[in-house]
């Protein structure tokens, strides 16, 4: 298994420009979510999915954007690049809510978005 | 919500010695992780472990979920531990989002 797969590794953007944040995982989660970690801070959920054609905000979703249309892949969107978008993305899964253990997590190894 | 609260903020060792992370929450807890942000970024899962006590060579973890913290253990401390130590739990009301603490900061001097 690769686990949770995320693509780019790094990014330069322009103020404006989108961009999407590709994460893909092989182990059957129902449970995928996406997160932003700013300098000095934890990580802060941005969106969440909990099954195929589910999603759902976290707790910082203004400017992004998720469709979960598989089981493997959960896509974020970025519609209009802002400075303060500049931060490491974060993609995570877990098999989800059928018992406690389920919801172990598992972090792809980020992205680094900087935005110009 | 919930408040997950880690100390210290920072911590600075020798190599060789022994430390003790602490990771306070503010509510009923289903899932509790511990994980090791290395210098590269990386998050590593250390510990599932929404109560009792686990083991993993150096590292150890405690988790008393009635009076709602959890204890990070690392003995003889090595170079390669440095980077930043995070708690990370899930509320018991059937939701499965993540909230983390800020961390802990590590830095071990050879």
């Known amino acids: 298994n690769a686990g949770v797969t995320q693509t780019p590794k790094f990014q330069v953007l322009k103020t404006g420009q989108s961009m999407t944040l590709q994460c893909a995982q092989d182990?059957?989660?129902?449970?995928m979510s996406w997160y932003r970690q700013d300098p000095g801070m934890g990580l802060r959920l941005i969106h969440y999915s909990v099954g195929a054609g589910i999603t759902d905000q976290g707790e910082v979703p203004n400017g992004y954007n998720v469709s979960r249309s598989t089981t493997e892949d959960f896509p974020l969107r970025l519609l209009s690049a802002a400075p303060s978008q500049t931060s490491v993305y974060f993609c995570a899964s877990s098999y989800g809510p059928r018992t406690p253990r389920d919801t172990e997590a598992f972090f792809g190894q980020g992205t680094r978005l900087t935005v110009v | 919500g919930i408040q997950v609260e880690q100390s210290p903020p920072d911590l600075i060792l020798q190599e060789g010695a022994n430390s003790t992370l602490r990771c306070n929450f503010s509510?009923?807890?289903?899932?509790l992780q511990w994980f090791h942000q290395n210098p590269w970024g990386q998050l590593i899962n250390l510990f599932y472990i929404p109560s009792g006590t686990k083991q993993n060579g150096r590292l150890s973890a405690t988790t008393v979920a009635t009076e709602r913290y959890s204890l990070l253990y690392i003995s003889s401390s090595q170079t390669t531990d440095s980077g930043v130590y995070f708690c990370?739990?899930?509320?018991?009301?059937?939701?499965?989002?993540?909230?983390f603490g800020t961390g802990t900061r590590l830095k071990v001097l050879a």
């Open positions: 182990m059957n989660h129902e449970y």
């Open positions: 990370a739990v899930v509320k018991a009301s059937g939701t499965y989002k993540y909230i």
């Open positions: 509510d009923s807890v289903n899932n």
